[in-house]
């Protein structure tokens, strides 16, 4: 399976700033996704990124938000713009489908604290 | 609304016993099930899995067992070991036979707690 390096492991920020977090994959693969969970809570899909093309963002996120940049079919990243104490999540991205010979895949994961 | 419930926030087991990790789901539409393992400061990593059209699945010490007529599925762990503490993650995936191949519903897991 794909081995994912995520940085950085942990920040905190000042409110109102911008982080963006950056995933590396050690293969070429077409879809990356991003995760958040925030304390207390599950998983929660927010976009798939797309080589080539804008990401595809689920349900209650949006790109002005958090925008995501794929470059190359090896790396992405994800900024959580205009911070604010409410995004203090974990967040991870991760690679991999179901139908595929290797399930989702993920990275360490980065310990976001906005105060 | 919770579309996989882990009910259990934790569970505590003595080396050597058996683990067992319950998962519920509401959505029938679920057709693939994960669990996930994920120790503190890493993401979390794959387990074991079950389609729909399985009632078992068995890796090493562990196996998933699933009840469709109850919409609940269970991971065995035989026997525990210290080195599994950690927190266990359910996840669903909706639509997996019908070509939705990416997109997972979790839990909010159970850390389980091996004691030596």
């Known amino acids: 399976s794909a081995v994912i390096s995520q940085k950085p492991s942990r920040d905190i920020c000042q409110r109102g700033t911008s982080l963006t977090i950056q995933c590396q994959v050690d293969?070429?693969?077409?879809?990356m996704f991003w995760y958040r969970q925030q304390p207390g809570q599950s998983l929660t899909l927010i976009a798939t990124a797309n080589q080539g093309s804008e990401a595809t963002y689920e349900s209650g996120f949006v790109i002005d938000k958090f925008p995501i940049s794929r470059p190359n079919l090896t790396f992405s990243t994800l900024t959580v713009s205009n911070m604010s104490p409410e995004d203090s999540s974990i967040y991870l991205c991760s690679v991999g489908y179901l139908a595929g010979s290797s399930p989702p895949t993920f990275g360490q994961g980065t310990r976001l604290t906005v105060v | 609304d919770q579309q996989v419930k882990q009910n259990s926030p934790s569970l505590s087991v003595q080396e050597g016993r058996i683990s067992i990790l319950n998962c519920d789901y509401t959505?029938?539409?679920?057709?693939?099930f994960l669990w996930y393992k994920k120790y503190p400061a890493e993401g979390p990593t794959f387990l074991i899995s079950i389609s729909s059209i399985k009632d078992k699945n068995e890796d090493g010490r562990f196996t998933v067992f699933l009840n469709k007529s109850a919409k609940h599925l269970s991971l065995h762990i035989v026997p525990s070991q210290p080195g599994d503490s950690a927190v266990y993650f359910c996840a669903a995936s909706p639509g997996y036979n019908a070509g939705n191949n990416r997109k997972l519903i979790w839990g909010l897991g159970t850390s389980l707690a091996v004691n030596p």
């Open positions: 293969s070429q693969v077409t879809m």
């Open positions: 959505n029938s539409m679920f057709d693939y």
